[in-house]
């Protein structure tokens, strides 16, 4: 099955600094990738997603890059505020029949004003 | 328009006692799932439904049933309670299946003594 991993667990930016966070997925077949997050005792929720068929995709201060040939993918946010500290985790889903999603073990983003 | 509700929020069990999770969707999705979270272990699939009328096993089926009792409810059963399933459980719900996105519940905080 699916196997992703997400690095690094924790990280810690100050305000108005940008935030990476990596995720590789095993699964040549994968052709979703969604990224949620997590407030502090809050549900996951979705926040942006990537086909496999775009390379990259944006919504205002969060991007998302894939690179299928490496099977990684990114989430960049820029201009960190103390509002976007959280979990976030990443997940791929692999084509072919019923489509389960996998997810990656969380990061936990600290913005430090 | 409550989107995805689980019942209870929180609850102690002892050792060997049973309980059922309940979860409920109002926005005609097929697809349901029982994740758990653990520290450092991201979200794991328990089980899911494609679609009313079907379950089947996720990553972390053991020591765990379910019921699609119609296509807005969805229940999680333990039998025999074990403190490794001390976790909370997040129910989510999709329109097809990992292709679109997962609208999570509030979540259950669940320790067992």
């Known amino acids: 099955g699916e196997n992703v991993e997400q690095h690094p667990s924790t990280l810690s930016v100050q305000e108005g600094d940008s935030a990476v966070i990596k995720c590789t997925y095993s699964d040549s077949a994968s052709n979703y990738f969604p990224w949620y997050k997590q407030e502090l005792g809050k549900r996951p929720q979705l926040i942006i997603d990537i086909r496999s068929n775009v390379g990259e995709k944006k919504d205002q201060r969060i991007a998302v890059t894939l690179n299928k040939t490496a099977k990684h993918f990114s989430l960049h946010i820029t201009e960190t505020q103390p509002e976007d500290s959280a979990v976030y985790f990443c997940?791929?889903?692999?084509?072919?029949?019923?489509?389960?999603?996998?997810f990656g073990t969380g990061t936990k983003l600290q913005v430090i004003p | 328009n409550a989107g995805v509700t689980q019942t209870p929020k929180f609850q102690v069990l002892k050792t060997g006692q049973s309980m059922t999770l309940q979860c409920a969707q109002d926005m005609n999705h097929n697809s349901m799932y029982w994740y758990r979270q653990d520290p450092g272990m991201g979200l794991r699939l328990i089980y899911y439904s494609a679609s009313e009328g079907t379950t089947d096993k996720g990553e972390v089926p053991n020591g765990y049933n379910v019921s699609r009792l119609n296509k807005r409810e969805f229940s999680l059963r333990l039998e025999s309670a074990a403190p490794s399933q001390t976790s909370v459980y997040f129910c989510a719900s999709s329109e097809v299946d990992g292709r679109k996105e997962q609208f999570f519940g509030p979540g259950t905080r669940l320790t067992v003594l």
């Open positions: 997940a791929a889903s692999a084509a072919g029949g019923y489509q389960k999603v996998t």
